[in-house]
């Protein structure tokens, strides 16, 4: 198939280099006028499709752009808080076709959604993927065996069955949940009281220091639980029922202390879970999540002292 990605960013190049490998063609949306375009990147990759430990790999990616009026089967998107819609027109003017697969953080109404999307075709999904780029332009980058999708007579998308295949091609399962936006919305609001905990003390400059000394703390852990206890109340107050959701959120059902414990276990245990929680680096986007559920708990006047307590400490 031939997939797009729009810009260079870690989330979509990591996707793009397994659907490479795959044999797939894959190519690049830049602005008008992006210089210094790579023709090549060098990718250190943590590959958790075959063994649940993760496999280290290295290889090369070969970059392509997009030319003006192409046609793809799908265009993966992966762009910062409040970037898509400018992402999107970038892809108008450029007249450049195909199913749109929106792989961004939204806490936005679905109605929203649709406004910024307009008259494309799309699909929203969430990536298990993570890293950074460094700055030789190398990306670090962590993969997991699955992706979370919308499913299918929720999407409205003729080629459901090709993004299918496409992803069963690079040994990458998928996960239906109940509702894909209200599933991004408890990944953000679970993610907050990570992040708020882990930056309790005020200062959020070093992230991968930060999730290191969170990891390896039960009490902290124990502490992020609570936390996320109480971010979640923010997504049932959206009118979410959150018991559609009860895999997703049995390890916060647990006692507190219990949970801090087998945490730390599991992130000292599982390479791939606490990599991914290291390597990302941008303090503005693992901010962005932390901002919309402490704006919406303060505007539905949610009692959330612990959550508040700690991004308080951060943002203020």
């Known amino acids: ?6 810009g260079l960013g870690v989330i979509g190049t990591t996707y793009a280099y397994a659907f490479q490998k795959a044999g797939h063609e894959t190519f690049h949306i830049f602005r008008d006028g992006k210089k210094d375009i ?37 265009i993966f998107v992966s762009v910062a808080s409040g970037k898509l819609e400018s992402a999107l027109d970038t892809v108008r003017k450029r007249n450049i076709k195909g199913t749109v697969v929106l792989f961004c953080n939204f806490w936005n109404e679905r109605t929203e959604v649709e406004r910024i999307v307009g008259d494309l075709d799309y699909i929203t999904a969430f990536p298990t993927a993570g890293g950074h780029m460094d700055s030789n332009g190398n990306l670090n980058c962590v ?16 080629n459901y069955p090709d993004l299918i295949s496409l992803l069963n091609s690079a040994d990458i399962k998928q996960e239906i949940p109940f509702d894909m936006l209200e599933w991004i919305w408890i990944h953000m609001a679970i993610n907050a009281g990570v ?3 882990a930056g309790r003390n005020g200062v959020i400059d070093d992230p ?19 936390t996320i206890r109480e971010t979640l109340k923010v997504v049932e107050a959206r009118g979410v029922d959150l018991s559609l959701y009860k895999n997703e959120l049995l390890p916060y059902k647990i006692p507190a202390g219990i949970a801090g414990i087998a945490m730390k276990k599991m992130f000292s245990s599982n390479e791939l879970t606490s990599r991914i929680m290291t390597l990302h680096s941008d303090v503005n986007d693992i901010l962005y999540g932390c901002k919309c559920v402490y704006d919406e708990g303060k505007k539905r006047e949610l009692e959330l002292p612990l959550f508040y307590r700690n991004i308080e400490s951060i943002i203020m």
């Open 1 to 6: 198939m031939r997939v797009a990605i729009l």
């Open 208 to 226: 991968n220091k930060l999730a290191k000394d969170l990891m390896n703390d039960a009490k902290a852990l124990k502490q992020a639980v609570k």
């Open 38 to 74: 790579p023709a090549e990147i060098s990718v250190h990759l943590l590959d958790g499709r075959y063994n649940g430990k993760g496999e280290e790999k290295d290889g090369i990616y070969n970059v392509f752009p997009a030319k003006e009026d192409e046609e793809f089967d799908f």
């Open 195 to 197: 992040t708020s905990t």
């Open 143 to 158: 993969l997991f065996d699955h992706i979370m999708l919308e499913a299918e007579e929720k999407a409205g998308i003729d």
